[in-house]
């Protein structure tokens, strides 16, 4: 057994429990001691990756210790490459949000000048920060399915007082919304978990174990509609994405970010890989119904967007649309297609946090989240808003940005999916390229409203970029550039755990598939 994924998830925990031991007044003394472990954390997540062999077994890293052996309830971790590329993602925006909340816990100042105070001290903001990266790594490093709905639940409680305890004037709000739709979905999972550990009949929660073990095509088509709602809800996917906007409006930006760039993930990826391969036969016989919610969900979002005038709900509209794309690629069941899927779950992660970090740095300034209340920044703020521009182009797919990897390879895989014999996924492709352009006009008319045109009386006061907000920034736009050039590195760890899901779900991976992927 490898202590690795342990180890990984105990650094995080140990730093919390430090962190909210230190004597009041610590404040500072908090942060950086946070920091430090974040970093430390990403230190050993490169030392384990770099021993990563993606043409190897696919479940890497694997720790298995019994944890409530009369149910067969084991702590049982490892990772394939969809789920080593996420936990990188999130040990990666860990530090970069740690340091751009430096400020968060200490208030939110409105425009008019009143500070709302949080409910609660500045160390037990960055222990949640803490706490809520073990549960990050932990959920997608589970094995087991029950340890994984442990985690799946368990991380709505730091993410839940971040929000209720730290956000905007209408906090305590979203964050009963996102805990009740959160807790609906976790409920149906649960019972579906309970059903299928009965009907597999097999005494064991061990995923490479259930695979394959329900052969009844209804009793397939009932335990995955109770996990697809549930990842559907934290996606979120349309009709049940409303919890999203008031979240991420509310939330300290930072909170945000870890909100929409990795929490939101687990919902597609536990559709990539539990919907699909514990219940293929059920997955094949909704693909048709996702796959108009996901075509709604891409163009009702970017619709939706363009109509607002908070910008962090506008982001979180923009989000609602990029995981309509995710959604698509996951269900055309082509190769390229769900590689570009799991690509797109960690592109979207770097592009996304990036903008909210940045709308996050002009809302501190100005003390206002409404697009109206700016304009004229690049005169006044070079450097904010040229990270801002680099972020909303990702936002938005420019080629040469790695979203656009993303989404094409998302589109061309359905499109040759289409050719294999279904017609509908055609015309879905066809409809969600109409998306991009929606992008373009939502993204370049909020640059538009707050870059550019004459200066707003409160930004001329504003100060640029300094030292900390660069080093914010600059490693998430190096990476959108460098992903957007070279996807490889990412790719080729990627493909093989894709392969693997579409050998499961017993669907042929086409040539095109192979070359499309890299292979």
């Not at 105990?10 to 970093?39: C, E, N």
Request: charged share 10%.
């Amino acid at each position: 057994m490898s202590p690795w994924l342990p180890i990984l998830m105990a650094v995080p925990v140990v730093g919390a429990i430090v962190v909210a031991l230190l004597p009041k007044g610590s404040d500072k003394l908090a942060k950086q001691v946070t920091l430090l472990v974040s970093l430390l954390t990403l230190v050993l997540t490169g030392v384990m990756a770099a021993g990563f062999k993606p043409n190897g077994d696919r479940f890497q890293f694997v720790a298995e210790y019994n944890w409530i052996p009369s149910f067969g309830v084991k702590f049982g971790v490892g990772v394939d490459g969809v789920a080593l590329v996420l936990i990188a993602l999130s040990v990666v925006l860990v530090p970069i949000v740690v340091l751009a909340s430096w400020h968060d816990a200490d208030g939110v100042k409105t425009a008019d000048g009143t500070l709302i105070t949080p409910k609660r001290s500045v160390k037990t903001y960055f222990s949640l920060l803490l706490v809520l990266e073990t549960m990050m790594i932990g959920v997608f490093a589970a094995t087991d399915i029950f340890l994984f709905y442990v985690f799946f639940e368990a991380m709505l409680i730091p993410m839940y007082f971040m929000i209720g305890s730290y956000g905007g004037a209408q906090r305590s709000y979203a964050a009963v919304k996102f805990l009740l739709y959160s807790l609906f979905g976790g409920m149906l999972m649960l019972v579906a978990v309970i059903g299928l550990y009965f009907v597999a009949g097999k005494q064991t929660f061990m995923f490479p174990e259930l695979v394959g073990a329900i052969q009844d095509p209804v009793t397939q088509k009932w335990l995955f509609a109770g996990f697809f709602i549930a990842f559907a809800i934290k996606a979120p996917l349309w009709p049940v994405h409303t919890w999203l906007p008031d979240a991420a409006a509310q939330a300290p930006a930072g909170a945000a970010v870890l909100l929409v760039g990795v929490l939101d993930k687990v919902g597609t990826f536990g559709m990539l890989r539990f919907c699909l391969e514990l219940f293929p036969d059920a997955a094949k016989a909704f693909t048709m119904p996702i796959v108009v919610l996901s075509v709604i969900s891409i163009i009702y979002g970017a619709i939706v967007a363009i109509g607002q005038t908070d910008m962090k709900r506008l982001i979180a509209y923009t989000s609602i649309s990029h995981f309509g794309f995710i959604v698509l690629g996951v269900f055309a069941m082509s190769g390229v297609a769900q590689s570009g899927a799991a690509l797109y779950m960690v592109n979207h992660g770097f592009a996304t946090g990036a903008l909210f970090l940045a709308a996050g740095f002009l809302i501190a300034r100005r003390g206002s989240p409404f697009i109206a209340d700016y304009g004229g920044v690049q005169k006044v703020a070079p450097l904010l808003a040229g990270f801002f521009l680099v972020a909303g182009l990702a936002g938005l797919s420019l080629p040469g940005l790695s979203s656009f990897v993303s989404e094409f390879m998302v589109m061309i895989g359905t499109y040759s999916s289409a050719a294999h014999g279904s017609g509908a996924l055609t015309v879905a492709a066809i409809i969600s390229a109409v998306a991009v352009i929606l992008a373009a006009v939502y993204i370049l008319w909020m640059i538009q409203r707050t870059m550019n045109g004459p200066t707003a009386e409160p930004v001329k006061a504003f100060k640029d970029l300094n030292a900390r907000e660069v080093w914010v920034l600059a490693p998430l736009v190096a990476l959108i550039i460098g992903f957007g050039f070279y996807p490889k590195p990412l790719l080729d760890v990627i493909n093989p755990s894709v392969q693997q899901t579409l050998t499961n779900v017993d669907v042929p991976t086409s040539t095109i598939a192979e070359k499309g992927t890299g292979q």
